[in-house]
Each structure stands twice: as structure tokens, then as C-alpha cells.
């Protein structure tokens, strides 16, 4: 069986993320950075999404997934009676079959699926989709 040094597999390694998304084994370093909320729920951010049958504006989000295997995901909003809020929670991950596995921090578990620059994430039935600017 031929071997291939470690530079050979670090370029295959990107080759296959920018073309698939996550494969099992990739670094945290290759998604790390921070993404921008373009949708919830297909809805253009910013835009008027609905939460628990409840109106919300959702004004603008980040998702910044850092290279230490943490998470920041920031959204600032308009609540139902009009107060402008934000949100800020934190997460660990890890990469597991071709997608981030996010413990929330004091909550539960999401899973996210990052393809190149565009990350879209389920949480409790609201779809979230960011990309990298």
C-alpha cells in the first residue's frame, strides 16, 4: 500500500470540504469563523418569522463557530410586544458524519449541517440558515 505525507491529505482534506461539506475527521479549524443569518424558516432576515404561533421580527443573527470547538450564536429580534431583544447562547461541538453536533449550553442538542460557506441548522422546528461574508 503506497503512503502519502501529511501535505497531500491536508489538500485532498479541502478539496473534499469545499465540494461536500464535513467529512468525518475534518479539523475544527476549516469551519471556524463566523456566519451570517440570511433565513429563518425560508424568510429573508430580516423579516417576520412566526415562534410557538407567537410574531417575531428577526432583525439579524450571528454563528460564530471558533477552532477550540466552541460556539456564540447571537440574534437580535423584536418580541411580540415590541421590545427589541437579544440573544446570545453558547455551545460546544463536535464533527460527527458530515455534520456539527452543538451542545447548547444549560439546554439540548442541534445539529447543524455546514456545506462551504453556508451553515443550516434545525432547532426545534425552526430552520436557520447562515453564510460566511
Given at each position: 500500500?503506497r503512503?502519502?505525507?501529511?501535505?497531500?491529505?491536508?489538500?485532498?482534506?479541502?478539496?473534499?470540504?469545499?465540494?461536500?461539506?464535513?467529512?468525518?475527521?475534518?479539523?475544527?479549524?476549516?469551519?471556524?469563523?463566523?456566519?451570517?443569518?440570511?433565513?429563518?424558516?425560508?424568510?429573508?432576515?430580516?423579516?417576520?418569522?412566526?415562534?410557538?404561533?407567537?410574531?417575531?421580527?428577526?432583525?439579524?443573527?450571528?454563528?460564530?463557530?471558533?477552532?477550540?470547538?466552541?460556539?456564540?450564536?447571537q440574534?437580535?429580534?423584536?418580541?411580540?410586544?415590541?421590545?427589541?431583544?437579544?440573544?446570545?447562547?453558547?455551545?460546544?461541538y463536535?464533527i460527527?458524519?458530515?455534520?456539527?453536533?452543538i451542545?447548547?449550553?444549560g439546554?439540548?442538542?442541534?445539529?447543524?449541517?455546514?456545506?462551504?460557506?453556508?451553515?443550516?441548522?434545525?432547532?426545534?422546528?425552526?430552520?436557520?440558515?447562515?453564510?460566511?461574508?
Amino acid at each position: 500500500m503506497r503512503s502519502y505525507g501529511p501535505g497531500l491529505v491536508m489538500i485532498a482534506t479541502i478539496v473534499l470540504i469545499g465540494c461536500q461539506g464535513l467529512t468525518p475527521g475534518d479539523s475544527y479549524t476549516e469551519i471556524a469563523g463566523i456566519y451570517y443569518l440570511v433565513k429563518v424558516d425560508d424568510t429573508r432576515v430580516p423579516g417576520d418569522v412566526s415562534h410557538d404561533g407567537a410574531p417575531i421580527h428577526v432583525r439579524s443573527g450571528t454563528f460564530i463557530i471558533s477552532d477550540d470547538g466552541t460556539i456564540i450564536s447571537q440574534t437580535h429580534f423584536i418580541s411580540p410586544d415590541g421590545n427589541e431583544l437579544s440573544r446570545e447562547v453558547r455551545a460546544n461541538y463536535r464533527i460527527e458524519d458530515s455534520r456539527l453536533v452543538i451542545q447548547w449550553e444549560g439546554a439540548g442538542v442541534t445539529e447543524a449541517k455546514v456545506e462551504g460557506d453556508n451553515v443550516v441548522m434545525d432547532n426545534h422546528g425552526m430552520i436557520f440558515e447562515y453564510t460566511k461574508s
